[in-house]
């Protein structure tokens, strides 16, 4: 389920450079989004690269 609010999601990846595909970062955010919705926070992964994940359906 995602967030009631209309705000992107925001993902920070962080770690070592390697190829990190918007469907594992999707699916992750939505196996943790009860708790960082809960607690009120953004999804953090890492401090390098920033990606949004607009508000939309997951299947």
């Known amino acids: 389920m995602l967030a009631e609010n209309k705000e992107p999601l925001i993902a920070i990846y962080i770690g070592r ?3 990190v595909s918007f469907r594992t970062i999707k699916t992750y955010m939505v196996e943790t989004e009860d708790y960082l ?3 009120g926070f953004k999804l953090v992964l890492n401090l390098r690269y920033v990606m949004k994940i ?3 359906p997951i299947n």
């Open 17 to 19: 450079e390697f190829n």
């Open 37 to 39: 919705k809960n607690h």
């Open 54 to 56: 607009e508000d939309s």
